[in-house]
């Protein structure tokens, strides 16, 4: 498994969806719209395996208890 290599601006998106557990939420604590976060987590997950996790269900998942 590789891990892709992100731009710090992928990290802050990807962060803030996790934090947020919404993409309206994180797209606006961003100011980017919802169809660029939804780019950004694309080109970060370009591995294809799910090792960085954006997605639909990446909006309903919360932090870890």
Do not use: C, N, Y
Not at 12 to 29: E, H, I
Request: a positive charge.
């Amino acid at each position: 498994m590789s891990i892709p290599d992100l731009t710090l601006r992928q990290l802050r998106a990807v962060r803030t969806l996790a934090q947020s557990g919404s993409f309206t939420k994180a797209a606006a604590a961003e100011h980017i719209s919802q169809s660029v976060l939804s780019r950004l987590g694309a080109v970060g997950d370009e591995a294809g395996d799910g090792a960085v996790g954006v997605g639909k269900a990446a909006a309903s998942v919360g932090p870890v208890r």
